[in-house]
C-alpha cells in the first residue's frame, strides 16, 4: 500500500535526515517508527505527504509515485491521509466542531452529512460536550483529540500519527493510544512515530528502528530498543 | 456553487471572528481611502477656486458718446463670431449711470459731484468673458484693431493683464502640483495598506500550512482571505464616508467663509463617484495584497 524505496534526503552537507531506506506498509497494519529525535521519523512522514521531495529514491503511495504528482493533484493525496501531529495543529479561529468539519467541506460533502458525522466522531473521541469550544479553551489533551477526530472524519484509508502524544501526560497518551488502536481495528492502516519507549512496548505490534537517517531495524512485533 | 457559499460565509467568519487582523487591516485601509478621498475633495477645491478666480477677470470696451447701439451691437456680434469669447454684456450709458449710483448709494459727496457735471458722463460698455484667460490678450488685440478706433474709447484690461497671466501660470501650477502630490500620497497610503495585510496574512501561516495539510485546494485556502479583504475594503469605505461627512459637518462653515467652497455640497454632489472610488480602491488593494501575500504560502 505504501512503499519507501531507496529513499535517500540530504537537506545539506551536514544534514542528511534519511539515507536509503526502503520498506513496504500494507494495509490495514499498524507499524511505529521509532528512534532518537533527528533520526529521520519527520522526514519519513513529510516525504509521505509530499512536503517534502526525496533527493534520491520514491515514495510510493496506492501506485503512486508521490514526488512527481502535480501540485494541484496534492489536496486529493492528502485528503486520503488523516495527518496528527505533536503540536495538534488546529485552526485556532474555527471550534472543534468546525475544525473536524472542515476536512468535510473541503471535500464537498453534503451539509446533512457533515453535521451527522462530525458528530458522530467527536461523539467517538469523547468530545460531543466540547463541540462549540476554540481551541485556547481545550486542554493538550482535548485538543488532541480533535486532532485524532479531523484526521478520522472521512475515513481516510492510512493514518500518520507524528509524535501524538509529545505534549500530553501519561492518563491522556494511553487515553489517544486507545484511539488509534480503535481506528487500526475498524481496518484503517496507522503508521505512528514517536520516541515514547513505553507505549511502543506495549503496543506489541511492529516496530521500524530508525538511527541517524538509516533503517537499522524492522520487525513483525517489536520492541522499543534503546540504540 | 457549494465550496463557492462555504468560502463566502469562512471568509465573512473570518472577517468577524479575527478581530486582530481585521481590525488592524480596516485601520490602515481606512486611513488610505480617507487620504485618497481627501486629495480628491482637494482636487475639487483647487478647482473651484480657480474658476472663481477665473470667473471674476474679464474686459470691458468702452464706446465713445457717438458710438450708435446698433453699432455697439455690430461689435458685439464681430466678437462672438471669434469662438473666443464666453459671454458678452452690454450695458448702455443709462444702465452705468444705475449701476454707478446703486454702488455709490449713501456716498453724498461722489452722487452731488456727479448732479454737479449735469450730464451722464459714464460710456456705454461691452463687459467680455473669454472662454480661456490665455484668450483674453488676443481678444483685447482684436479690439484695438484700426477699424474700431473711432468707436472705442478705451479697453480697461491693460491693467489686469499681468494677473490674468500669473492666474493662468497659477492655475496650471496648482493643477499639477495637486496631481503629483495626489499620486505620491496615494501611493504611499497603497504601500503602507498592502504591508499591513501581507503582515496579517503572514500571521495567518500556519493556519494556510495546516489548510494545505488537511487537502484543501489552492482556492479553499485563498478564498476566504480574498472574502475577507473585499468585506475590510467595503467597511473601510463606509467608514471614510462616514468621517468625511462627520468632519464636513464640523469644518465645513469655516472652510466656506474662508474660500467660499462648500465641501458639504460637493461630498452630496460627487457622493456616488467618491464612494466608487473608494470601494474600488479598497477592494482592489484587498484583493491584490492578498494574493500576493498568499501565493508564497501555496506553492507546495
Known amino acids: 500500500m505504501i512503499s519507501w524505496r531507496n529513499v535517500t534526503k540530504i537537506y545539506s552537507d551536514t544534514s542528511v535526515a534519511l539515507r536509503d531506506v526502503s520498506f513496504d506498509v500494507a494495509k490495514g497494519e499498524f507499524v511505529s517508527v521509532v528512534g532518537k529525535s533527528g533520526a529521520g521519523k519527520t522526514t519519513l512522514l513529510k516525504l509521505l505527504l509530499a512536503e517534502e ?22 489536496p486529493q493525496l492528502r485528503r486520503s491521509i488523516g495527518v496528527i501531529f505533536q503540536d495538534y495543529k488546529l485552526l485556532n479561529s474555527k471550534t472543534a466542531h468546525e475544525n473536524v468539519a472542515y476536512v468535510m467541506e473541503v471535500m464537498g460533502f453534503p451539509e446533512e452529512t457533515i453535521a451527522r458525522d462530525v458528530a458522530e466522531v467527536l461523539g467517538i473521541v469523547g468530545l460531543t460536550e466540547r463541540a462549540t469550544h476554540y481551541p485556547m479553551q481545550l486542554s493538550g489533551g482535548e485538543q488532541q483529540r480533535v486532532a485524532i477526530a479531523r484526521a478520522l472524519i472521512h475515513r481516510p484509508s492510512v493514518i500518520v500519527a ?3 502524544t509529545g505534549n500530553l501526560d501519561p492518563y491522556h497518551t494511553r487515553d489517544i493510544m486507545r484511539l488509534l488502536l480503535r481506528i487500526n481495528e475498524l481496518g484503517t492502516t496507522v503508521i505512528l512515530a514517536t520516541h515514547n519507549k513505553e507505549i511502543v512496548n506495549r503496543l506489541g505490534r511492529r516496530v521500524i528502528t530508525l538511527s541517524e537517517g538509516q533503517l537499522v531495524r524492522d520487525e513483525k512485533e517489536g520492541k522499543f530498543i534503546v540504540l | 456553487m457549494t465550496s463557492f457559499k462555504r468560502i463566502l460565509k469562512s471568509g465573512a467568519e473570518k472577517f468577524l471572528r479575527d478581530r486582530s487582523s481585521t481590525g488592524a487591516a480596516l485601520v490602515v485601509m481606512t486611513i488610505a481611502l480617507f487620504v485618497v478621498s481627501s ?8 478647482t473651484f477656486l480657480v474658476e472663481e478666480l477665473e470667473e471674476g477677470v474679464d474686459v470691458s470696451a468702452y464706446f465713445q458718446d457717438s458710438a450708435t447701439e446698433e453699432e455697439i451691437f455690430q461689435v458685439r456680434e464681430q466678437l462672438l463670431g471669434l469662438g473666443k469669447v464666453a459671454e458678452v454684456e452690454y450695458v448702455s450709458k443709462e444702465e452705468a449711470l444705475r449701476r454707478f449710483r446703486e454702488a455709490y448709494e449713501g ?10 457735471i449735469g450730464r451722464n458722463p459714464l460710456l456705454a460698455h461691452l463687459n467680455l468673458k473669454a472662454r480661456d484667460p490665455r484668450e483674453y490678450s488676443s481678444v483685447v488685440e482684436f479690439l484695438g484693431e484700426e477699424k474700431f478706433s473711432s468707436l472705442i474709447a478705451d479697453v480697461d484690461f491693460h491693467d489686469r493683464e499681468p494677473v490674468i497671466e500669473r492666474l493662468t501660470l497659477i492655475t496650471k501650477g496648482i493643477q499639477t502640483g495637486v496631481l503629483a502630490v495626489i499620486v505620491a500620497l ?7 495598506a498592502f504591508n499591513t495585510i501581507r503582515l496579517t496574512i503572514y500571521g495567518s501561516k500556519d493556519e494556510i500550512e495546516i489548510m494545505r495539510l488537511v487537502g484543501a485546494s489552492s482556492w479553499f485556502i485563498r478564498g476566504p482571505f480574498l472574502v475577507q479583504g473585499v468585506l475590510v475594503g467595503m467597511a473601510a469605505s463606509l467608514l471614510t464616508l462616514a468621517f468625511l461627512f462627520g468632519l464636513s459637518f464640523f469644518i465645513g462653515d469655516q472652510l466656506r467663509s474662508f474660500t467660499g467652497f462648500d465641501v458639504s455640497s460637493f461630498l452630496a454632489r460627487h457622493l456616488f463617484v467618491l464612494f466608487l472610488l473608494q470601494l474600488a480602491c479598497g477592494i482592489g488593494l484587498g484583493i491584490l495584497s492578498s494574493t500576493i501575500a498568499i501565493r508564497k504560502y501555496l506553492r507546495t
Request: glycine share 4%; proline share 6%; charged share 20%.
Open chain 1, 162 to 164: 507524528d509524535e501524538p
Open chain 2, 39 to 46: 486629495l480628491f475633495i482637494l482636487q475639487g477645491m483647487s
Open chain 2, 186 to 192: 496615494s501611493v504611499v497610503a497603497v504601500l503602507v
Open chain 2, 107 to 116: 456716498n453724498e459727496a461722489v452722487l452731488a459731484s456727479l448732479d454737479a
Open chain 1, 53 to 74: 521531495r526525496p533527493t534520491r529514491g520514491e515514495v510510493v503511495f496506492e501506485e503512486l509515485v508521490v514526488h512527481t504528482l502535480r501540485p494541484s493533484h496534492l
